[in-house]
């Protein structure tokens, strides 16, 4: 087999598996898309959810103190019914009302730290609604991965070992740049030329419609053991059975 048809043979195969895995290859990005959104849904629910813990654990040392405040100013207070002077009974109402602000600070920092746990719970359970969502959107995209691959994944896999040994005549180096173009150009490594005007030998490049100078289509023709490339954007040419068969015919 000529190396151009060699080539062909490749580019067509390569083309079929492109096309194969192009759908798979989407169905598992729109997976992983789904699957980023919800490992940072999972971690702002956790950090929100430490929150909300060290909020309730600063409300709950509050209400210690409250009530320690509390104790103290019964305490007090009985003292205060059977004291014995005044002085006494003074210094002790003195504790009491200044026991009495400290408590009435406690109250409103616990308060607060309340509300605010009240909240960050409703931030919660907000968020934790979303995650169950975000869950059922990455369960569903996980099943289209998985139809995808049981649909063609075995196909997928023939037509690769079919395209690499179509590949194995061909020498490494042509293969590499086929490769590269081939990554250039999106898969699009080879290029048809197509006749514009046969008796002015006008042709031009598939790929990028430039017009061939007549060396190229020539060596097309004639040389089909050797790659002829587009001048301008490096694709590989090649020509149709039936374009060729007709300048053979007309020759
Ligand atoms: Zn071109």
Do not use: W
């Amino acid at each position: 087999m000529p190396l151009q048809d060699q080539l062909y043979n490749y580019f067509e195969l390569d083309q079929r598996v492109r096309a194969m895995r192009s759908r798979l290859d989407a169905a598992t990005r729109r997976k992983d898309a789904q699957q980023r959104k919800l490992d940072q849904l999972k971690q702002a629910a956790a950090e929100l959810d430490q929150q909300l813990k060290t909020a309730k654990a600063h409300a709950s040392t509050l209400q210690s103190e409250a009530d320690a405040i509390d104790e103290r100013i019964n305490t007090q207070r009985d003292k205060m019914n059977s004291a014995t002077s005044n002085k006494e009974y003074s210094a002790l109402l003195v504790e009491v009302n200044t026991l009495k602000a400290d408590k009435s600070k406690v109250d409103d920092a616990q308060l607060e730290s309340l509300t605010k746990a009240d909240i960050l719970d409703a931030e919660a359970k907000a968020l934790g609604e979303k995650v169950e969502a975000q869950s059922k959107l990455v369960a569903n995209a996980t099943k289209e991965v998985d139809e995808a691959q049981s649909e063609v994944g075995d196909k997928l896999k023939e037509l690769e070992v079919e395209r690499d040994a179509a590949g194995e005549p061909i020498s490494d180096d042509i293969r590499k740049t086929f490769d590269r173009l081939s990554h250039t150009y999106d898969g699009e490594a080879m290029a048809e030329i197509s006749e514009q005007d046969r008796r002015r030998m006008e042709y031009t490049c598939g790929g990028c419609y430039t017009l061939l100078p007549v060396e190229s289509v020539n060596a097309l023709i004639t040389k089909p053991d050797q790659i002829t490339a587009c001048g301008t954007c490096n694709r590989i040419l090649y020509v149709s059975s039936e374009l060729r068969e007709s300048l053979a015919a007309s020759k």
